[in-house]
């Protein structure tokens, strides 16, 4: 399997089962003696709950995706073409299917079992609406290998319809500097978004954690209920073969009290005899 196909199926695969399986890969390549690939996949690192679930998106259900990244270059042209009418058209299309893959993308989570938080299902919403916005964007989300959610600094797309209206006007209106108050909350809020998604990922992570020990654990107790029946069934054979055992000592018992009243027989005929 080429690496794009391998990175592919494990940034699809649920969060806990990556660290594993990326080392199942790395080990089997450099048992075929591929020491490139083996350092590869080694590299690799394991998505956030967001960003695995629009990667999980993209490889379940692509038509979707590549018709969503399809709006976003009829956005753009109606953008450069001032076309305002056709912007507010395709901004209702933009706003109805971005819901809609949100909404997919939490569903198919929901199917590999991981039920996305809201903090985390805003992020691939962020996400979806950077690959809308960004060509490059949108051709990583179409590659299935996000490592973490994306973010999009420039012009949201229903903003553009009113861009596009105000560009028509005979004079745009100057853009207002922001008073140093408002400066300091901007920088402020830009933090706590920042503390968030930080904690988002520890959440994800301690998530991830806490699925995969709960599997583990449930993998032990089916291994000790599989013990248990060994031991039941080693503990019925040990009873039959203690039961035959039994009965073949209580059978020789009886063959040498028989052959030993023989013996004493032979004995006194013999000195009868004599």
């Known amino acids: 399997m080429e ?40 590299k690799l690192r394991k998505p956030t709950a967001a960003a695995w679930a629009v990667n999980l998106l993209a490889t379940q259900d692509p038509r979707s995706v590549a018709a969503f990244l ?6 753009r042209t109606a953008q450069r073409e001032l076309r305002g009418d056709d912007l507010r058209a395709l901004a209702a299309d933009r706003t109805r299917l971005l819901r809609e893959l ?11 079992g991981h039920r996305l938080t809201e903090p985390t299902r805003q ?8 690959a809308l916005s960004d060509p490059e964007a949108g051709r990583a989300v179409q590659a299935g290998s996000l490592v973490k959610p994306l973010e999009y600094g420039g012009f949201g797309l229903d ?13 745009p209106k100057p853009k207002r500097k922001a008073e140093p108050r408002e400066a300091q909350r901007s920088a402020e809020l830009r933090e706590l978004r ?3 998604r930080r904690t988002d990922e520890q959440l994800d992570e301690a998530a991830d954690s806490l699925e995969l020990a709960e599997r583990e654990e449930r993998e032990a107790e089916q291994r000790c209920e599989e013990l248990r029946d060994e031991l039941a069934r080693a503990e019925g054979e040990l009873r039959e073969l203690r039961r035959k055992a039994k009965t073949a000592r209580q ?3 009886r063959a040498q009290h028989d052959r030993d009243a023989l013996a004493e027989r032979l004995r006194s005929a013999e000195a009868r005899e004599r």
């Open 251 to 253: 059978r020789r018992e």
């Open 194 to 196: 920042e503390h968030l």
């Open 123 to 130: 992020q691939v919403e962020q996400t979806l609406t950077a």
């Open 159 to 171: 903003e553009l319809a009113v861009a596009a209206i105000r560009r028509t006007a005979a004079r």
């Open 70 to 75: 399809e709006l976003g270059g009829k956005l």
């Open 3 to 42: 690496l794009q196909d391998l990175i592919r199926e494990l940034y699809a695969a649920a969060p806990a089962e990556f660290v594993p399986a990326r080392d199942r890969h790395a080990a089997a390549a450099a048992e075929r003696g591929d020491q490139d690939l083996a350092t590869q996949l080694k």
């Open 102 to 112: 949100t909404s997919r993308a939490t569903e198919l989570a929901g199917q590999h």
